[in-house]
């Protein structure tokens, strides 16, 4: 499996009401819980980490262009966690190989300009390994979104929304893509008996807006039929990554990521 890496950490709160975490069987018999939990930047320290999920703009520069982001979201919808050992994707699965954490979708606010994980919402999970985390980035429509679009009619054919300023001038961007997303954890998540877990989904919002170069381009000429539409697409899907993430700092506590 490919690894992305995952840049703005998830407002995920909307979950907390309806996310069940039931197996294809059958609702936990435990009260095991998983919290998930969004950042967006690593914490200089280890220890003790706890953020706030704040939107304090973020700034970029080549030097040449300053990029500003005052707010994104992401749209997302069947997160589910797939048990180690297990063949099929979640996707294909029928059985006890997938837990669902939310069908959705859900509209996912990223924390800007917060060292560390913040945590988001906690819910109740079978016990057992589970080595790979799977959604997607979900593109609304009115057919089969009706529910969803009620309450967030500006996300009709928007999967992610992206507003700040590129220099100086005021921007929208809007991406209307789908995609499948597949994260590793290695090593593998357990879940015990009792107790918690901790999942951190990360994004690098620095190298959305930027050619292979590093330069910065304006967010404009990413939107549907612009000439980087691909290339924002791309870079931000690479930027996505999920790990465990017990001490909160916003880094993989795999002994590979030290």
């Given amino acids: 499996m490919s690894r992305f890496t995952l840049g703005r950490v998830l407002s995920l709160a909307a979950l907390a009401g309806s996310a069940?975490?039931?197996?294809?069987?059958?609702?936990?018999?435990?009260?095991?819980?998983?919290s998930f939990n969004v950042a967006t930047q690593p914490a200089t320290s280890a220890t003790g980490?706890?953020?706030?999920?704040?939107?304090?703009?973020?700034?970029s520069t080549d030097g040449t262009n300053t990029l500003i982001v005052n707010g994104v979201q992401l749209v997302l919808r069947e997160i589910e966690l797939h048990r180690a050992g297990a063949v099929s994707d979640c996707a294909a699965s029928a059985g006890d190989d997938c837990e669902k954490m939310e069908i959705g979708p859900v509209l996912v606010d990223l924390p800007l300009g917060t060292p560390g994980s913040a945590r988001t919402f906690s819910v109740a999970l079978q016990p057992g390994s589970y080595d790979r985390v799977e959604f997607e980035i979900h593109k609304p429509s009115s057919?089969?979104?009706?529910?969803?679009?009620?309450?967030?009619?500006?996300?009709?054919?928007?999967?992610?929304?992206?507003?700040?300023?590129?220099?100086?001038?005021?921007?929208?961007y809007t991406g209307d893509f789908n995609d499948e997303m597949e994260f590793n954890l290695d090593p593998a998540l357990?879940?015990?008996?009792?107790?918690?877990?901790?999942?951190?989904?990360?994004?690098?919002?620095?190298?959305?807006f930027r050619d292979a170069g590093g330069?910065?381009?304006?967010?404009?000429?990413?939107?549907?039929?612009?000439?980087?539409?691909?290339?924002i697409e791309q870079n931000i899907k690479s930027s996505l990554d999920t790990f465990e993430d017990e001490d909160h700092d916003g880094r993989d506590d795999g002994p590979n990521h030290q």
């Fill in 20 to 34: 069940g975490a039931c197996s294809d069987s059958g609702g936990p018999s435990t009260q095991s819980q998983v």
């Fill in 49 to 59: 980490v706890s953020a706030t999920i704040v939107g304090t703009p973020e700034t």
């Fill in 143 to 172: 057919s089969e979104d009706a529910g969803f679009l009620q309450s967030n009619p500006g996300f009709d054919g928007v999967s992610v929304r992206v507003t700040g300023t590129y220099n100086g001038t005021d921007f929208t």
């Fill in 190 to 208: 357990t879940v015990g008996e009792t107790g918690t877990a901790d999942l951190t989904l990360f994004a690098s919002l620095d190298s959305w």
């Fill in 215 to 231: 330069a910065l381009v304006d967010p404009v000429s990413a939107n549907p039929g612009g000439q980087n539409q691909g290339l």
